[in-house]
Each structure stands twice: as C-alpha cells, then as structure tokens.
C-alpha cells in the first residue's frame, strides 16, 4: 500500500500542477482576446527560467513536503520542457496577429517583411500599412471566444467531448502501461528498458505514413491495436508469460503512436480561433488521465488483469469514438466558430461521392474568384 500512495503522490503531484498551468498560461497567452493577454514569448521564457530553478530546487529539498511543492511547480511549467527550445526561442518572432491585436502594426510590419522576404515574395506596402484596420475589424466580426464556444454548438460540442475523451483515454492507458511495466512479471529491469526502447519507431512510422493514410485511420487504427492486444494478453496461459510482456509492449508501441497522431489530428479539428483554448482543454483531460491511471495500476490487488482490461475497454471505445471525428487530410480546416461547426457534416459524404467532390471544389473556385476580385477592388481604392 505504501508503495502505491508514494508513488501517486510524486507523479499526481506534478500532474495536478500540469493541469493548474493549462488554465493559467492559456489565460495568460492566449490571443483570442485582443485586450488580455502577455504574448507567448514572455510566457515561454518565464516558464523555462521557473522551471529551471525548481527542478534544480526539488533535486535539493530536504522532505517530502518541500519536494512535493517543488513538483507541483515543475508542473505549473511544464509547458516549456526542453533547453533546445529556450535556444531556438530567442531567434523565433512573436504572433504577427497578437501584435496586430495589440495596435503594434509596426512590429507586425517587419515580422512579415523578414517572412516575405525568405519566402521571396514582395508585399505591397499599402497592403502592410492596412493591416492594422483589416484585423481589428475581422476581430469585431468573430468577437471574443471562450472554452465555452467548444460547447455552445452541437456540433462542434460532439466534436470536442470525442477530443477530451480520447486525451483522457490515451494518456491513462499510456503513463499506465509505462508506470506497470515493474509488475508484469520477469526482470523488471527488463521490461522498463523495452518499455522505453517500443516508443522509439513510432514517431518514424508516423512520418512514413501520416500524410499517405490520413489522421482517421492511423489514430483508430492503432487505439483499435491496443485495445486487442491487451485484451488478448489476459489470455495468455501464465507458462507464457513472456508472450504476454511482448502484446503489452506491442500495445505500449500502438498506444505511443496514438498519442503522436492526436495532438496533430486535435489541432485541425478545432477552428483557428478556437483551437488554442480546445488544445489546452484537450492537454487537461489528459493530465486527468494521468492523474487516475495509478489508480486503475492499483486495481491489480484486487485482479492481476485488471489495468490492461480497463485500459483495452477503454482505448477500444476511444477507437470507434474516433470514427466519428471527420478526416482532415487535405481538406480545408476550419477558421471561424461556424466553419468548425460545419467542419466534418459534408466531408464524409464528399469522400464517397465523385460528384460532390466536384462541386465542392467549384465552390472554392468560386470564392477564390470573389476574394480576386475583392482583393482587385481595395487595390483599385488605394490607387484612387
């Protein structure tokens, strides 16, 4: 028992602090709101120095207590972890919008000659000198979002308690199947170090295949894996315990993969006003997740096979969940709230049907032509 609460308390320590941070740093950076916000560079910084100082700090605390609180700040943090982005942030510009939203047009301005000019495009000086009044008054249209939009609308709602669920689901059955790796039997050593080693592919096979496959099928298709591969390893006679690690930590690969293929697949769904706010909401269900997989460890007291039913129920319900979510491979994503409304109620049957993937496109035609056109027309003005 002692193990299990010591265990829980430093790793839900950090988590509960992870999920504070969400709240905090997304109120803080965000940019959906022109008056609030601090800008995400300052935010960045600030996080990395804290989180610096504290890691060193909790390495140093004389008790439990202090250590504890070390960690709930390392988790306050957590959302700038590693030295080589504190390196690569110094030379990366803050948001063109947020400035633009802020009245800073001037330092908007250069931002995007220095873009410009690496991507070898010329932009028109009346263009940059209107941008100022272009984003205030499309902010004026859009007005002000919040967590609550995710809700307010029964499409996008669906959309986005799918997301939590399987950020939840994901990163439970994940830290889970990590943390239990000591408790399946053999050398333990062992199979923490194959732990680790199964989660080295599964970025590459996501390179290899995420833009040939689609977002869809990758993401169910490997929770659908790791659903029967723990369900199927409490089928295994105990003389065969070894081919019991070996589907778990073929699970664990699957799993690792998953995760991959959700942070990618959450952002296109999520319209662009919206998708700060529904990426922080998604990264706190999974911080939730985290917080209750020791929990769902501990059930093996009770049952050996207990984790990896619970946490093959769960991945398999997070698969066929994921069926429902729309493909977003090569299909325009959302902008505005009501975009992300319609986002996925025509797509689906566009993918079936010859004819209405025609139209779509003339469609885009047609609204390319009349943005030339508009674009044409404010030229014209400025020449005037």
């Known amino acids: 028992m002692l193990r299990y609460s010591s265990y829980w308390q430093v790793s839900g320590d950090g988590t509960v602090g992870c999920i504070v941070r969400k709240k905090l740093f997304l109120d803080l950076s965000r940019n959906s709101h022109p008056n609030q916000g601090f800008g995400r560079r300052p935010i960045f910084f600030t996080s990395l120095i804290i989180q ?34 504190f390196i690569l942030g110094w030379i990366l510009p803050e948001s063109s919008r ?3 939203s802020k009245g800073r047009q001037a330092e908007a301005k250069q931002i995007l000659k220095k873009v410009a000019k690496t991507n070898n495009v010329l932009i028109p000086e009346k263009v940059l000198d209107n941008l100022g009044a272009v984003t205030t008054n499309d902010d004026e249209g859009k007005g002000k979002h919040s967590a609550l939009d995710l809700v307010r609308y029964p499409n996008l709602r669906n959309r986005s308690l799918n997301i939590f669920f399987n950020w939840f689901v994901i990163s439970c059955t994940y830290f889970g199947l990590s943390w239990n790796s000591s408790s399946l039997g053999g050398n333990d050593y062992l199979n923490f170090l194959i732990s680790g080693l199964v989660e080295i592919p599964a970025p590459g096979l996501l390179i290899l295949t995420l833009d ?4 869809k099928p990758l993401f169910t298709g490997t929770m659908l894996l790791t659903a029967s591969v723990l369900l199927l390893s409490n089928l295994i006679p105990q003389d065969l315990n070894w081919l019991r690690i070996t589907l778990i930590m073929v699970g664990k690969l699957s799993v690792t993969a998953s995760f991959n293929v959700v942070y990618i697949m959450s952002a296109e ?5 919206l998708r700060n706010v529904g990426i922080g909401s998604s990264s ?14 501990f059930s093996a007291t009770a049952w050996k096979a207990f984790p990896e039913v619970i946490f093959g129920l769960l991945t398999l319900s997070g698969g066929f969940l994921g069926l429902l979510l729309p493909e977003t491979l090569n299909n325009k994503l959302p902008d505005t709230v009501q975009e992300g409304e319609n986002y996925g109620k025509v797509l689906d049957t566009a993918a079936s049907s ?5 139209l779509l496109a003339a469609i885009n035609l047609v609204n390319r032509l009349k943005e030339r056109v508009q674009e044409i027309r404010t030229n014209t003005t400025f020449e005037v």
């Open 52 to 85: 610096s100082i504290s890691g060193i700090g909790a390495a140093l605390m004389p008790n439990a207590l202090t250590f504890l609180i070390a960690r709930f700040i390392i988790g306050l943090t957590a959302s700038a972890l590693y030295i080589a982005s």
């Open 98 to 100: 947020w400035l633009l």
């Open 212 to 215: 040939r496959w689609g977002r």
């Open 269 to 273: 769904q999520f319209p662009t006003v």
């Open 284 to 297: 706190t269900c999974a911080r939730i997740g985290g917080i209750v997989a020791p929990y769902v460890i």
């Open 354 to 358: 010859p004819a209405i993937v025609d």
